[in-house]
């Protein structure tokens, strides 16, 4: 069973770095046919797609975000990362990773991790 | 940038009833592509069809999907009261891999 869980700061002060972790377990991080990707979700609105790494190490990120984001993995923890640079309350969101089959089947949901951006 | 239109944006429905809902893409994408979520409050959204019509694992048969081109549809046969969420549709089809804006089922 894969399962994946977002962990870091819940409180992040606006300008600064938003860092997040992705623990993967159930699946090695450096297999094919999936997307490893980062998703957000404003408080009370839809999801927004952020980006995703693949197996080869390529990356693509949304071009609304593309200037500040960033989505690496560390094949030695089997771990996905995002940050998110100069953040603002724009920013504030439950962020999700997920694995994303390349047509869709397989794919798996962390729970969330709500993050604020406040001083 | 692929924009996918979910229609309605709320449906109310009772139990028992059958629901159809729509996800319209702004340009043709292949059906392998489509993909459909469901969302409850608090929770990670599930997925629920890939490949526009096949059911994931573990997901009942009274989901179904269907739809090619730029017109999908999801239809839920004989709602249960644990349908009653947010549902979502994505394209897998190119970058960005955007989502539609939710249809909310609500009980009637």
């Known amino acids: 069973q894969v399962q994946l869980q977002e962990s870091g700061p819940g409180l992040v002060k606006p300008s600064q770095t938003l860092s997040l972790t992705c623990n993967v377990s159930g699946d090695s991080i450096n297999s094919g046919g999936y997307y490893w990707s980062w998703i957000r979700q404003h408080p009370g609105k839809g999801l927004e797609w952020i980006g995703y790494i693949y197996h080869t190490g390529s990356t693509f990120y949304n071009p609304s975000l593309k200037s500040r984001v960033n989505i690496l993995v560390d094949s030695s923890k089997n771990q996905l990362s995002l940050k998110v640079t100069a953040v603002t309350a724009a920013d504030t969101a439950v962020y999700y990773c997920?694995?994303?089959?390349?047509?869709?089947?397989?794919?798996?949901w962390g729970q969330g991790i709500l993050v604020t951006v406040s001083s | 940038e692929i924009v996918l239109t979910q229609s309605p944006d709320t449906l109310s429905l009772s139990p028992g009833e059958g629901a159809t809902l729509s996800c319209r893409a702004s340009?043709?994408?292949?059906?392998?592509?489509l993909v459909w979520y469901q969302q409850k409050p608090g929770q990670a959204p599930r997925l629920l069809i890939y490949?526009?019509?096949s059911r994931a694992t573990g997901i009942p048969d009274r989901f179904s999907g269907s739809g090619s081109g730029t017109d999908f549809t999801l239809t839920i046969t004989r709602l249960e009261p644990e349908d009653f969420a947010v549902y979502y549709c994505?394209?897998?089809?190119?970058?960005?891999?955007?989502f539609g804006q939710g249809t909310k089922l609500e009980i009637k």
């Open positions: 340009q043709s994408i292949s059906r392998s592509y």
């Open positions: 997920a694995r994303v089959g390349v047509y869709g089947s397989g794919t798996y």
């Open positions: 994505q394209q897998l089809h190119g970058t960005p891999q955007t």
């Open positions: 490949g526009a019509s």
